[in-house]
């Protein structure tokens, strides 16, 4: 309930410039102080007789919204499924990336393996002649 209502704060904040209204942010907390409280129940009370009865009355609408929106996200993930996967590898890739350069910040001396393909090493002639033995 609380993501909630920091959602609709974004984006009534967003439109209405909050220095308009005076001790705005003092109201502002006191309400979610009211809304958390348990002796106050305020979030139960604002549930119930506001939210609960909007959204039973627009229940068919928002299942009908959801499902339309349901639909149409399978529709894109199933039509670009191969360049979904090419984006999450490409992003562990750069993930790991990442990781490398804030361990050689962190730990300047201590180079850890990429284990990345290299050539053969150059083995000794001696080491070789002994291994044939």
Same mark, same amino acid.
């Given at each position: 309930? #609380?993501?909630?209502?920091?959602?609709?704060?974004?984006? %009534?904040?967003?439109? /209405?410039?909050?220095?308009?209204?005076? *001790?705005?942010? $003092? &109201?502002? @907390? #006191?309400?979610?102080?009211?809304? =958390?409280?348990?002796?106050?129940?305020?979030?139960?009370?604002?549930?119930?007789?506001?939210?609960?009865?909007?959204?039973?009355? $627009? =229940?068919?609408?928002?299942?009908?919204?959801?499902? @339309?929106?349901?639909?149409?996200?399978?529709?894109?993930?199933? &039509?670009? =499924?191969?360049? %979904?996967?090419?984006?999450? #590898?490409?992003?562990?890739? *750069?993930? #790991?990336? /990442?990781?490398?350069? /804030?361990?050689? *910040?962190? $730990?300047?001396? =201590?180079?850890?393996?990429? $284990?990345?393909?290299?050539?053969?090493?150059?083995?000794?002639?001696?080491?070789?002649?002994?291994?044939?033995?």
């Amino acid at each position: 309930m #609380a993501s909630l209502l920091d959602r609709l704060y974004i984006s %009534i904040a967003t439109f /209405v410039p909050c220095y308009l209204f005076p *001790l705005y942010h $003092h &109201a502002k @907390f #006191a309400f979610l102080v009211w809304l =958390q409280l348990p002796s106050s129940n305020g979030a139960k009370h604002l549930y119930m007789s506001h939210l609960r009865p909007f959204l039973l009355r $627009h =229940q068919a609408r928002l299942d009908q919204i959801l499902e @339309f929106i349901y639909n149409g996200m399978s529709k894109i993930i199933s &039509a670009h =499924q191969a360049k %979904i996967r090419f984006a999450g #590898a490409l992003f562990v890739k *750069l993930m #790991a990336s /990442v990781n490398q350069i /804030v361990a050689d *910040l962190v $730990h300047p001396g =201590q180079r850890q393996p990429n $284990h990345s393909i290299e050539s053969p090493r150059q083995v000794d002639s001696d080491t070789q002649s002994a291994s044939d033995d």
